[in-house]
């Protein structure tokens, strides 16, 4: 059984930082990454990282701030938040085994954690 458990999640004034922590247990996945869902919005991809070549991609709102690591012998991996804003103020999913549409944008994943608050004061 598929095992995805978040940590790290917590509140931070705006300009700081967080690191989430995913620990994954019961599979093995191609892809790993990050979804947010803030309030009266959808869930939106935030970022990825592939199992064999690390390579990484993010969204826009959060490229040159956010960076996603793995650890492949703890089956764990991390979301670095740096200069966060209040609009990154959400709740974060880790997620494994990404999907991507035809024009290559992440849209969805087969397995979910259950979501850690962040939350950015102003």
């Known amino acids: 059984q598929v095992q995805l458990v978040e940590s790290g999640g917590g509140l931070v004034q705006a300009g700081g930082s967080l690191r989430l922590s995913c620990a994954a247990s019961?599979?093995?996945?191609?892809?790993m990454g990050w979804f947010r869902q803030a309030p009266g919005k959808e869930r939106e991809f935030v970022a990825v990282i592939s199992w064999i070549s690390s390579s990484t991609s993010y969204a826009d709102s959060v490229k040159g701030r956010f960076t996603i690591s793995k650890d492949n012998a703890k089956n764990t991996w991390y979301l670095q938040m740096n200069s966060l804003k209040p609009d990154d103020t959400a709740v974060y999913y880790c997620a494994a085994d990404l999907k991507t549409d035809i024009l290559g944008r992440t849209y969805d994943s087969d397995y979910w954690g259950q979501g850690t608050q962040v939350t950015v004061s102003s």
């Open positions: 019961g599979g093995t996945w191609l892809t």
